[in-house]
Every structure is written in structure tokens, then in C-alpha cells.
């Protein structure tokens, strides 16, 4: 079983920057892939980036450029650094886990809300 618990949402202004931090238990994590995941309101969840146990990176084209997916596994830690941000980048953000190679992520956090003023 893995928990994870996002951290670092708020509010900032268009062109501003924000870092989540996504904390997760279990011995396990250095084996997983692990995502985030947004859904603004009245919109469906989406992907926004994800980064493999081998430190392969995969982004969504609207944040190319701007956000940046990291891991520390030692720290059981999943970053997402997001710069310029835009008001549409306004949603919940969760952290996801899967282990590689299933395709899908069977632990999800809570979310935490970023909104971005213009």
C-alpha cells in the first residue's frame, strides 16, 4: 500500500511560479511511476506530466517548457515545479503512483488547489 500527500498549491499570479511536493510511504517507491494529475472545474481530470523509475520525464503539450517533474528516492518525494504559470493552469493537482510497466496508477493523493490570478 502507498500513501501520498500533496503540498505547495496557493494562489499566484499569472506569470508566477509554484512547486508541489508529493510525500510517499512504502519501501516501494524507487519502483514506480509516478504522475501528476489536474482537473479544473467543470473539466474532466487530466494528465499534466509524469516521471518514470528510471527518471524518464513525459509532459502534456500545454506545459512543455514551463513545468518540470522530478523524484528524490531517497526522500520518497515527487516534485513538480511549475513556472509562467497561466490562469488556465487553475485546477486540484494530484499525485499518482503506479508500479512500471502496469500502465496505470492505483494510488492517488488528495489534491491540492492552485489558482492562478491574471
Known amino acids: 500500500q502507498v500513501q501520498l500527500v500533496e503540498s505547495g498549491g496557493g494562489l499566484v499570479q499569472a506569470g508566477g511560479s509554484l512547486r508541489l511536493s508529493c510525500a510517499a510511504s512504502?519501501?516501494?517507491?524507487?519502483?514506480?511511476?509516478m504522475g501528476w494529475f489536474r482537473q479544473a472545474p467543470g473539466k474532466e481530470r487530466e494528465f499534466v506530466a509524469a516521471?518514470?523509475?528510471?527518471?524518464?520525464?513525459y509532459y502534456t503539450d500545454s506545459v512543455k517548457g514551463r513545468f518540470t517533474i522530478s523524484r528524490d528516492n531517497v526522500k520518497n518525494m515527487v516534485y513538480l515545479q511549475m513556472n509562467n504559470l497561466k490562469p488556465e493552469d487553475t485546477a486540484v493537482y494530484y499525485c499518482?503512483?503506479?508500479?512500471?510497466?502496469?500502465?496505470?496508477?492505483?494510488?492517488w493523493g488528495q489534491g491540492t488547489q492552485v489558482t492562478v490570478s491574471s
Open positions: 512504502g519501501r516501494t517507491f524507487r519502483h514506480y511511476t
Open positions: 499518482a503512483g503506479g508500479l512500471d510497466g502496469l500502465g496505470r496508477y492505483d494510488y
Open positions: 516521471i518514470r523509475s528510471s527518471g524518464n520525464t
